[in-house]
């Protein structure tokens, strides 16, 4: 069992820089079973989560090469097997990715259907619904999904009835080879949608209006290979310098895009952090104390619910009361009760979470739950005075690329210990 250990305390000073967005790189990856050649994939960040698609792909058939620190190339030409089975989807949801790309090459898709998660139910039932309005025949059988289009999918007016991220870019990368034209309403407007359409119009795909909430597709014969970028991970960047402004200090993420995090940094300098930005860095310094901002989570520009723990942990040390309501998931907040063992004072009133903020928290054994949940832990043992031991980091290894090491060169006391 591996633990991450954090002696707390030291305001974290310095610079660091993001890595490639792990939701972006995963439909990215995806795409590849669209394009009719090799695609190269520049700044994939190294993650288990990465590792989860990438086998994903070698085990339909593709070749995937690594071609130095962090650009890989996957040519799926040969992959012969349009199936995702239960081994890879249940360690990441994000696997059924695949669904559309797959169904629209191969005219038939088994991807075992994910089930529940810590964060709630997720179901995927509205990329079912688009698929089928595209032509397609479902079935769901022994925990498969099965679908079927042997003439192909055609395009279609599709209208989402909640946000849906993943549910977006899976119907997007359909639509690319279906026959016709294709129009997503209440499509999400996630940067890592827009990074898609980028990259898939780059590749001959003829797609308009991402980063909107309606994006029409014009299905085409072919897409070819090519070079494909991701962009920062928004996520990681704004954990960064969650961590600088938790600890009091003062933190620059480089490498990054201000663009993306304009409804955090809204609620950072509301807080009374100072923010600064350029093209590619944001440096945030905390002011004396940071005082307690709301928030409540919405779709893309609205503050993301994979940064509602970490603001959590970052309000649990503000001055004066502040409400975190999440209206994404329903059961967001398992880092609650951890964050309460580490003194914090919280009260969860269904969808909200009431916090008092306390002068200091103080270290103690926690378990991670998810991915965000874990990375609010971190902030609250590098802020917490004393030992502060995080288990189960799997989680965090699912999303952050070399967080000790980048903690670490912020001036943070942390290291992992193998039990
Ligand atoms: C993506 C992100 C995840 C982020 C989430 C919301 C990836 C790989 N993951 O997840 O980090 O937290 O967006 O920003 O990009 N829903 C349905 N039926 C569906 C699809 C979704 O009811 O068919 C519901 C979900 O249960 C949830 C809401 O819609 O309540 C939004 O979920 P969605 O945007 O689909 O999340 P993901 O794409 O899974």
């Not at 709630?120 to 309005?133: F, M, S, T, W, Y």
């Not at 440096?283 to 940071?290: G, K, N, S």
Request: glycine content about 10%.
């Amino acid at each position: 069992m591996e633990s991450i250990v954090i002696q707390g305390g030291v305001p974290l000073q310095g610079s660091v820089e993001s890595s490639g967005a792990k939701n972006a790189a995963l439909p990215l990856l995806a795409a590849a079973i669209l394009a009719d050649g090799p695609v190269t994939f520049h700044r994939i960040p190294h993650l288990n989560d990465i590792s989860t698609m990438t086998n994903l792909l070698a085990w339909q058939g593709a070749d995937v090469i690594y071609d130095d620190k962090d650009c890989l190339t996957i040519d799926t030409r040969e992959a012969n097997k349009p199936e995702a089975p239960y081994e890879m989807v249940k360690t990441m949801r994000a696997s059924s990715l695949v669904l559309g790309p797959l169904l629209v090459r191969f005219g038939e898709a088994r991807v075992s259907l994910p089930g529940g998660c810590a964060i709630g139910a997720r179901p995927i039932d509205l990329h079912l619904k688009a698929l089928e309005v595209m032509g397609a025949e479902i079935s769901v059988e022994h925990g498969d999904v099965i679908a079927k289009a042997p003439n192909g999918l055609h395009g279609g007016r599709i209208f989402f009835d909640q946000v849906t991220v993943t549910g977006t870019e899976n119907i997007l990368m359909a639509a690319v080879l279906a026959k016709g034209e294709t129009v997503l309403e209440n499509a999400a407007r996630e940067p890592e949608v827009v990074n898609l359409a980028d990259s898939l119009r780059a590749l001959g795909a003829k797609i308009e209006g991402d980063g909107t909430d309606t994006i029409r597709i014009q299905g085409v014969e072919r897409i070819s290979g090519g070079d494909i970028f991701t962009i920062a991970d928004r996520i990681e960047t704004a954990t960064y310098l969650a961590a600088g402004l938790i600890t009091g200090g003062d933190v620059t993420v480089t490498k990054t895009d201000p663009k993306l995090l304009d409804a955090f940094l809204a609620r950072v300098k509301e807080a009374g952090a100072t923010v600064e930005v350029g093209d590619d860095f944001i440096r945030c310094a905390a002011p004396e104390r940071l005082q307690a901002v709301n928030i409540h989570t919405m779709p893309h520009p609205g503050f993301p619910t994979d940064l509602q723990a970490q603001f959590m942990a970052m309000m649990c040390v503000a001055e004066g009361t502040s409400l975190v309501s999440e209206t994404i998931f329903e059961n967001r907040f398992m880092h609650v009760q951890e964050l309460v063992r580490m003194g914090a004072d919280i009260q969860l009133d269904g969808h909200t979470a009431v916090i008092k903020g306390v002068k200091k928290l103080s270290a103690a054994p926690v378990m991670a739950t998810d991915l965000r949940a874990s990375a609010s832990l971190v902030l609250a043992g590098v802020a917490a005075e004393g030992e502060t031991v995080v288990s189960r980091v799997y989680h965090i290894d699912r999303g952050y690329e070399r967080i000790e090491e980048k903690m670490r060169s912020l001036g943070a006391n942390i290291e992992r210990h193998y039990i």
